[in-house]
């Protein structure tokens, strides 16, 4: 369920009378400029999990901060601020967050002004405190961030992030290009989640032009969003052993991984089963053996990985180090309007699937595991258990795979606006579109990590900076989706 | 528990997968390449007109009009296979990967459909001179530049179970200093240029780069975008280059032993089984 207000004159204020009341949850907030040069402020704002309402307001020069109403607005402001010079009055923290030091100061996307690179860092003060920096080339091969921990002996006091360090102006990059070629720039955005950004994309396409795709063509699609999934969680829990020097289940589930994306490859003939998904459908068919042949690889991989992954909870040895550590509590996941596994291992019921469904979800009973300890292990659980809960829907898919086309025709050539989400392995991914005769004027991408990541920082106090990467891990947020 | 894991992993079947099956294998990378049966210039050019990168082109010679597949552009889009009438097809085998730029594009006269042989460039002497020094043992510094995380995703694949890079004494290292080799993917963003300046100047000499990925070939879909500074060659010096979008582990493992021309010792690319 999706409405729409385009007022003019009060979009921000009614947003923000509505992001007060307490069954309401920020989900992207972003600007545009239109062909007169006019900035608008857009807000996505979700009611009772049940409605997405988009708000848009034309401004001039500045407005009010949401960050008292809800902290989960304090980086899109700040990326509203650095993208189309909009002033925010009464942010607590308007430091620059998508340009560095090094940018050049005549380089403005969109705008004439100078670009301001200085960031400064809280200086946390206090005897025996001091500051290690990490990154943004860090140790593992892992995408690129700065961490910079205030600590006291192993202790971590503070933690501040500072990312963008992969900007690669993407919403930039789709303005004017042909809609059909939008697929291939959204699943560059996060290689990982390739497919969950190339539904997430065509949907918006099909929700701007009233499109359906045809039941076999909603099928592949979950089958696809399913298996990425599965293929994310296994390779976490792998990581999060790995972590903890427990290295024979990362290297087991490192197999199990791989044994699904050479089934891929030889069956559908795409590892991460990129350039399959377009606008009204699917790309090509995959044949009802050969899903029957995924089917039974996906089912022996969900046993083995159900197995491994009980005696992984069975050790003391991995208990010891995931329990208790990196809290995130409910509260202020609610606060920072944090999406995905994270929030579902904080207590929080979020799941797009179920609350805004899509596809071949509308006609899904889903079962959405989630728990209240709000830690390492209780994300590493919601994994575990997601797993199964994915291997059960791709069966089923399989199983009732529908018969006939799987693709509908797209009047390639139109105008119109739409947005559309999909829960991608890390969370709630949203695009927001406006093409006009069949280019993109907008993209704006609404990405699960640049909502979780303000959430990191929040569960590192009171832990020893040697677990960092666990718990950094237990979230798994991507950079580049973040940074975009 | 522990023991029953351990003891359940050993039971487990074998699953390393023989080099002479992976060296020149691109199955799964979605790169295309000339079926000389179905090329005329009807295909050909609809097959160019479907291209959204600039990976297909014409050029013309002074003895025919030739189909130009530049891999380094090439994302897989799966277009011109779509569009081709079959003048393109899905590779199988001998993507070039771990050669220099100029090599990386493949020419097809599109009368004829006979291949024109590939640019050979001259190995650089201080390659030669690393790759003599380095023996049997590559310590690898892996920097990610501003990719999409694609390209990461697949080179923490060449550790695992099937792939075990550390059987040919390759390792994967925490620090430019202790490196042989950066492998570096990505467009370069603006604010990641300045800190792979550092650590390539960190890297002790004599060191070789190498540049994965689509996006770390030419800058891919992203060159030309406000955010980013260039392809990977366009800030530190570059020896060889990997495409693919993303390469797959085979595609990158035949890139780095190519790279340090350890294959020829096999026969060269693709020729170990026939």
């Not at chain 1, 809800?70 to 993208?83: F, K």
């Not at chain 1, 923290?93 to 030091?101: A, D, M, R, T």
């Not at chain 2, 990378?29 to 479907?50: G, I, K, Q, T």
């Not at chain 2, 604010?191 to 060191?207: D, I």
Request: hydrophobic fraction near 40%.
């Amino acid at each position: 369920m999706v409405s729409s207000r385009s007022n003019r004159d009060a979009g921000v204020a009614e947003a923000q009378a509505l992001l007060k009341m307490g069954n309401s949850r920020l989900v992207s907030l972003f600007g545009s400029i239109d062909d007169f040069g006019a900035t608008f402020v857009h807000y996505l704002v979700d009611v009772d999990s049940r409605e997405y309402r988009h708000f848009c307001e034309q401004v001039g020069h500045a407005i009010p901060s949401a960050v008292s109403i809800t902290p989960a607005a304090a980086w899109y402001e700040r990326e509203l601020h650095d993208l189309y010079g909009v002033a925010i009055e009464g942010h607590p923290n308007l430091q620059p967050l998508v340009f560095h030091e090094d940018w050049p100061d005549h380089l403005h996307p969109r705008l004439k002004g100078t670009v301001r690179g200085e960031y400064r860092f809280l200086k946390v003060q206090g005897e025996g405190v001091c500051e290690v920096p990490v990154g943004p080339v860090h140790a593992g091969i892992i995408e690129p961030g700065h961490f910079r921990f205030s600590v006291v002996g192993d202790t971590v006091l503070h933690l501040e992030l500072r990312h963008f360090y992969t900007h690669k102006g993407i919403e930039a990059r789709f303005e004017g290009i042909d809609v059909s070629n939008g697929v291939m720039l959204a699943e560059s955005v996060s290689g990982d989640n390739c497919f969950a950004h190339a539904v997430a994309y065509s949907q918006a396409v099909e929700n701007a032009f009233g499109l359906s795709v045809p039941p076999r063509g909603r099928a592949l699609r979950l089958i696809g969003l399913e298996l990425e999934r599965m293929l994310a969680h296994i390779a976490d829990v792998g990581a999060l052993c790995g972590d903890v020097a427990f290295v024979v289940p990362a290297a087991y589930t490192a197999r199990l991984k791989e044994s699904l994306l050479l089934a891929s490859a030889s069956l559908v003939g795409t590892r991460y089963w990129r350039s399959l998904c377009r606008p009204g459908g699917m790309v090509r068919n995959i044949t009802d053996e050969k899903l029957r042949e995924l089917g039974t690889r996906v089912a022996e991989t969900a046993t083995e990985f159900a197995e491994l992954a009980k005696m992984v909870l069975e050790t003391p040895s991995v208990l010891n180090r995931f329990e208790s550590t990196g809290v995130l509590k409910r509260e202020v996941a609610r606060a920072l309007g944090v999406v995905g596994p994270a929030a579902r291992a904080s207590g929080l019921r979020l799941d797009v699937r179920r609350d805004h469904p899509y596809g071949r979800y509308r006609t899904l009973a889903l079962h959405v595991p989630h728990f209240n300890s709000g830690d390492v292990l209780g994300r590493a659980r919601i994994r575990i258990e997601e797993v199964s809960v994915s291997a059960h829907l791709i069966a089923d898919a399989i199983r009732e795979i529908p018969s006939g086309a799987i693709a509908a025709a797209v009047p390639w050539q139109s105008s119109a606006q739409g947005f559309s989400a999909v829960e991608s392995p890390r969370g709630e991914l949203l695009y927001f579109l406006h093409i006009r005769e069949g280019r993109i004027q907008r993209c704006h991408i609404k990405s699960p990590s640049f909502q979780n990541w303000p959430a990191l920082p929040m569960s590192m106090p009171g832990n020893i900076i040697a677990d960092f990467p666990l718990i950094n891990k237990s979230f798994n947020l991507s950079y580049s989706g973040c940074d975009r | 528990m522990i023991f029953d894991v351990a003891a359940r992993s050993l039971a487990g079947k074998q699953v390393l997968i023989p080099v002479e099956e992976l060296l020149g294998n691109c199955s799964g990378s979605r790169m295309p390449e000339v079926d000389p049966a179905f090329l005329n210039f009807e295909s050909a050019r609809d097959a160019v007109d479907s291209c959204p990168t600039s990976a297909l082109r014409f050029e013309t010679q002074e003895n025919g009009r030739y189909l130009v597949l530049d891999y380094g552009d090439c994302t897989g889009c799966g277009n011109c296979i779509n569009a081709g009438h079959g003048a393109l097809r899905p590779a199988a085998r001998l993507v070039p990967c771990g050669v220099a730029r100029p090599a990386l594009a493949r020419r097809w006269n599109v009368d004829t459909g006979e291949e024109l042989a590939p640019e050979i460039a001259e190995a650089d002497r201080a390659a030669e001179q690393i790759r003599a020094l380095l023996g049997r043992a590559l310590n690898i510094r892996q920097v990610d530049a501003g990719s999409c995380n694609g390209c990461e995703a697949e080179i923490s694949a060449l550790t695992n179970p099937y792939y075990d890079l550390e059987r040919f004494g390759i390792h994967f290292v925490a620090s430019p200093k202790h490196a042989d080799m950066l492998l570096v993917t990505g467009p370069v963003t603006r604010n990641m240029e300045g800190a792979l300046r550092r650590t390539y100047e960190a890297m002790p000499s004599p060191g070789l780069v190498i540049a994965a990925g689509t996006c770390g070939c030419s800058g891919g879909i992203f060159a030309g975008s406000y955010a980013v500074a260039g392809s990977v060659s366009q800030v530190i010096p570059v020896d060889s280059y990997i495409p693919g979008c993303p390469p797959t582990p085979a595609m990158l493992l035949t890139g780095i032993l190519q790279s340090l021309n350890r294959m020829t010792r096999k026969g060269g690319l693709g020729g170990a089984k026939e």
